[in-house]
């Protein structure tokens, strides 16, 4: 069965290193291969600790409790060499900004070969320049040998998003993690992007987790959504199920507070985020609409919705109004 | 109607080094109404900020002028301009950014309704007044700018902006850097403070969706230039421009 999902969370805890409270709480999450994931939520609840877990750069993140299983091996049991070689030939990924992970004046084919040959010595130059502009031209660079001549500073961030996630591709990684990567760049170029991914997926099979807050995104891209709330994943499961029939309280509230084209005003959520989150039980309780004492003691299961669709809200919903 | 803002032709041109050019703003004319909200809506680079620039006369347009309640703003200084600048007020996307870190918000509050209220005694009840109205306890008064949530900030920002009773509030990107729910806490509270004080509100933002939930009109930027204009409805159903077009697909349906 290990052998089923590419990524396997379980019951994952994490502290930042230097912190007393736990960030994430029970996580359990599966990626299988080829499959899209779109972890949504608010700044704070916890979505960039998930990838750096995933990631395990060293001093990003403590896990306190729960395994994170690649090919059904625990990660943490790997030697920091082991995950290296992971990191990158395995598991590729992309930041919000792409001068995080761009050399701003060093030229664009020089950064391929740096990222191919860390990993295989035997690469040439000429192969990796050549894998380089097939890249480029699968995502649709009009003038792949230019942007091979520029240095990042020459180029827009559209542009430099795009091409790191090129580099990114070039080891051909199993799962690309994405870390808001659309959202420092203009609709326009971020439709392109998510249209880039997609193509991606098709011609390499790459399994992707993206972390994002733009539904409009997740909408497109996902082929799994879960949502994040006070450093838990509330609700999750296949796209149309999380986003036309919510079941968590917080997932309603979160998708009526996203502005669409029907001349409404978006609907905010009253109250504020608490500064630190409830260990054990609903970290949503103090601001749901529905919450009843019991909710501020019951310690949380998942609760099946249908199918693959489980929430860890245990109330019945009051309705389950259509949210398309 | 009483046309509040009239922008005639406006264009402007910044000198690069090597002597080139860049038109940031090119011909552009727009109006907002008494009690209007107008949304100006375009991707980074096409002037939006600019345009915001030029109206509030933080720089100077080559040519054309904007006239802000019968006064036009490009031929007056000195006391005529500040009196002018009472009759409208900004609000911008990093709300910390725009109050000073020394200050409490409170003493922020105070200095822009020194202006307008002599009394001190006045101006502490009419402080308390205005972020009751923003959805602020009070004891926020006391604190700073740094001790807030982004959005809270923004409601201070507010507060500050409504203090002198502008006509025209001009909100450049005002909820971008905020998560969706604390964004749409805000812009109820623009709308709500727009029904009550017949406020008259520009609205710049890149999100389409986010101005067509309560902008009337709304002005599509590409390059500088009005590229579309009219009736927000009327834009989404049927947008002429292939980039008016991409806002309209972007957005979660």
Known sequence: ????????IRNLSVRYPDAQETILHDVNLTISAGEITCVIGESGSGKSTLLNAVLQLPGRVEITDGQVLFRGNDLQQLTP????SIRGREIGVVFQEPGASL??????????????HAHDRSVTKAEARQKAAALLQSMEFKDPERILESCPAQL???MNQRVAIAAAMALE?????????????????????VEELLHLRAQYGTSILLITHNMGVAAKLADQVAVMYGGRIVECGPRNDVLHHPAHPYTRALLAAVPRLDEKLPQGIPGRKPEIFPERNCSFASRCPYAEELCKQAILQPHTVSGQHWTLCGKEAPDHADNS | MQTILEVSHVTKTFHERGGR??????????????????????????????????????????????????TELTAVKGAALRAAYRDMKMIFQEPRSSFDPRLTLGESLDDALKTVVPE????????????????????????????VSGGECQRAAIARAIAQKPRLLICDEATSALDVSVQAQIIGLLNEIRRESGLSLLFISHDLALVSSFCGRTYVLHDGKVVEQGATAQIIRAPSQPYTKQLVNSVLT
Not at chain 1, 103 to 116: C, E, G, S, T, V
Not at chain 1, 174 to 193: F, G, H, N, R
Not at chain 2, 25 to 45: F, R
């Open chain 2, 120 to 147: 001190r005694a006045q101006r502490m009840s009419d402080a308390k007044q205005l972020f009751e109205k923003v959805g602020l306890d009070t004891h926020f008064l006391k604190l700073y700018p740094t001790q």
């Open chain 1, 173 to 193: 990684p199993a799962i690309l993690l994405a870390d808001e990567p659309t959202s420092a760049l203009d609709v326009t170029v971020q439709a392109q992007v």
């Open chain 1, 156 to 158: 827009s961030g559209g």
């Open chain 2, 21 to 70: 050019t860049f038109r940031a703003v090119d011909d552009i004319s727009l109006t907002v109404e008494t009690g209007e909200c107008v949304g100006i809506v375009g991707e980074s680079g096409s002037g939006k900020s600019t345009l915001a620039r030029i109206i509030t006369r933080l720089i100077l347009p080559d040519s054309g002028s904007v006239t802000l309640c019968g």
């Open chain 1, 1 to 8: 069965m290990q052998e089923k999902h590419l990524v396997d």
């Open chain 1, 103 to 116: 050399d701003p004046i060093r030229k664009i084919h020089k950064q391929f070969y740096d990222a191919l």
């Open chain 1, 81 to 84: 060499r082991q995950m290296q």
